[in-house]
């Protein structure tokens, strides 16, 4: 038996336990989002550093750990056991909704002409600028709450409601104090290229970001103030073309940015290409790569963030994530959150993954897991439930885990408890009183 040495948690007797990988594979491509490892009648043992210490069959790791060692134990009898969900692409700092804008979208507006209306993200630019920090952070915490609730244990979270500095800094501060006072987690993007500024042109607006906006962050990431992992462009008709997005990406990564951005979404414009090309690390949307652009991606182990509420909501040509699978391209999810596409819910991503893009429930889970965890440059730490990765869990009252994208929007009543590394940071109370049927 285990010594003495004290121990966070104890979840013992799962019905499930999802591991999601067993090899310390930092994605999974086709045939391993195919078939999970998935242990019956197990336990797992989180440390007082919050890691992962022991995963195996529940009367093995009864035999190794005395139940005196542990702060907390769950009996989760009947119930199963998830790694936390990683939601790899998000907007959620801003002010101003866009409600107003449904009923025209509804209406058959498209997203471009909403845009070059005045409406859009330009809406929201107006509205962010306004506001003040503490209104800014007041509004992520609780966005960020809803997120946990559904299972989201860590989020990536991007800037680009300000296109100015003054602005793009202000989100980006608000996410680094949300980042010590919250206990999810969060990896942060500048998208200070989201959209070109009024009275600017795409030209103007990249020399701005690569002379100001890049050295000043490249500055406050120095001192300490700010710590930024990714850059992202929205590269689109109208918007940033290939080449002024190419100028932003490279200077991003000059200064240790990870490349994450979006491309292909509304017009063909070689994004997967260009992104291979320049080893970035995921590239978003792709409801219109080429084939060319797929086969580039899985050379480059480029992954894949697919965003069905997008499609969905904008009634979009759905992302071709069979394709992408067949070709060995590293499929990642995520609920692109924002006044456009108003969805917190991993589960529900899932789901329409599954239902409108064909995806099967164990290649969306992976997708959600630990391929959106790689997307992040965070597949080392999370994603899966392993000896030494970060103790982030769901545990759902159901006895099989695909209860989780089986009941759309059930994840309410299904969620029994979300775990950061190894504490309970939300408990559904209600959730014992509910059944799964």
């Known amino acids: 038996m285990a010594g003495r040495q004290r121990h966070r948690l104890l979840l013992e007797n799962a019905e499930q336990l999802v591991l999601v990988c067993g090899r310390r594979e930092p994605y999974l491509r086709r045939d391993g989002a195919a ?4 242990l019956r009648a197990a336990s797992l043992v989180v440390g007082m550093d919050g890691c992962i210490k022991a995963v195996g069959q529940a009367d093995v790791i009864r035999n190794q750990f005395s139940e005196a060692t542990f702060e907390r134990i769950i009996d989760c009898s009947g119930k199963c056991v998830l790694p936390g969900l990683v939601d790899a692409h ?49 509004t992520f915490q609780h966005r960020l709450e809803r997120m946990l609730r559904a299972g989201s244990t860590l989020v990536e979270c991007k800037s680009g409601y300000g296109l100015n500095l003054e602005t793009e800094l202000k989100m980006l501060r608000v996410i680094e104090r949300a980042k010590k006072s919250m206990d999810i987690g969060i990896s942060s993007t500048y998208c200070g290229a989201h959209a070109v500024p009024k009275g600017k042109t795409a030209t103007e607006a990249t020399d701005d970001i ?11 990431k120095l001192s300490g103030e700010i710590n930024v992992s990714n850059i992202d462009v929205f590269c689109e008709k109208g918007v940033f073309d290939l080449e002024c997005t190419r100028r932003i990406l490279q200077a991003g990564k000059d200064i240790g940015l990870q490349i994450n ?11 997967a290409e260009l992104g291979a090309e320049l080893g970035a690390r995921a590239i978003s949307h792709l409801e219109e790569v080429t084939d060319e652009g797929i086969v580039s991606m899985a050379r480059a182990k480029c992954a894949a963030v697919l965003l069905p509420t997008t499609a969905y909501m904008l ?16 499929v990642a999810l995520g609920s692109d959150f924002n006044p456009n596409a108003y969805c917190f819910s991993m589960p529900m991503v899932m789901h329409l993954a599954c239902v409108n893009m064909k995806m099967s429930m164990n290649e969306a889970l992976a997708a959600a897991t630990i391929n959106a965890a790689y997307a992040l440059g965070k597949s080392d730490t999370h994603g899966s439930l392993e000896v030494g990765k970060q103790g982030d869990l769901l545990i759902i009252n159901s006895s099989r ?27 559904n109370e209600r959730c014992e009183t509910m059944s799964s049927y």
């Open 35 to 38: 078939s999970l490892g998935v």
């Open 90 to 138: 998000t907007h959620p700092v801003w002010a101003g909704d866009r409600v107003h804008e449904f009923a025209m979208k509804l209406a058959g507006a498209s997203y471009m002409e909403i845009h070059q209306a005045g409406g859009g993200i330009h809406f929201t630019v107006e509205h962010t600028r306004k506001a003040t920090e503490e209104e800014l952070l007041s």
């Open 210 to 220: 690569i002379n100001n906006h890049l050295p000043k962050l490249k500055e406050l």
């Open 261 to 271: 951005f979006h491309g292909d979404e509304l017009h063909p414009m070689k994004s």
């Open 315 to 330: 009634r979009l040509k759905q992302p071709q994530a069979r394709r992408m699978l067949e070709e060995g391209v590293i």
């Open 401 to 427: 885990w695909e209860h989780l994208i089986y009941q759309f929007g059930g994840h309410e009543a299904l969620i029994n408890y979300v775990i950061v590394k190894g504490k309970v940071v939300y408990e």
